[in-house]
């Protein structure tokens, strides 16, 4: 099994900033991705920023040009770092990790998710 605990969240004006964390730990043997996702009430949920193993990076065009999604040094973390928030921008976020388990099993895991509203 995988744990993942993110950090974060919380309540921002238009036009702050948030930085997002998630830590991955448990079976793992080697992530090929991770990334965040985010649901708004009544919605579906959708991909916010993806990271591979190499580096390669993927944006929802919402988000371009004002989120990053970065590696943290230790290998198994992921930050999100969300400029230039708007209202639309509230959500329930999910980090989401692709990985190997120890076992040699493909697997993939979700977080708990952590809210995050813009609002005035």
């Known amino acids: 099994q995988v744990q993942l605990v993110e950090s974060g969240g919380g309540l921002v004006q238009p036009g702050g900033s948030l930085r997002l964390s998630c830590a991955a730990s448990?079976?793992?043997?080697?992530?090929?991705?991770m990334g965040w996702y985010r649901q708004a009430p009544g919605k579906q949920r959708d991909l916010v920023a993806v990271?591979?193993?190499?580096?390669?990076?993927n944006y929802a065009d919402s988000v371009k040009g004002r989120f990053t999604i970065s590696r943290g040094d230790a290998a198994n973390t992921v930050y999100l770092q969300m400029n230039s928030l708007k209202p639309e921008d509230s959500a329930v976020y999910y980090c989401?990790?692709?990985?190997?388990?120890?076992?040699?099993?493909?697997?993939?895991?979700w977080g708990q998710g952590t809210q995050v509203t813009v609002s005035s």
């Open positions: 990271i591979t193993s190499g580096g390669s990076t």
């Open positions: 989401y990790v692709g990985s190997m388990s120890k076992l040699r099993t493909p697997q993939t895991s």
């Open positions: 448990g079976s793992i043997f080697s992530i090929s991705a």
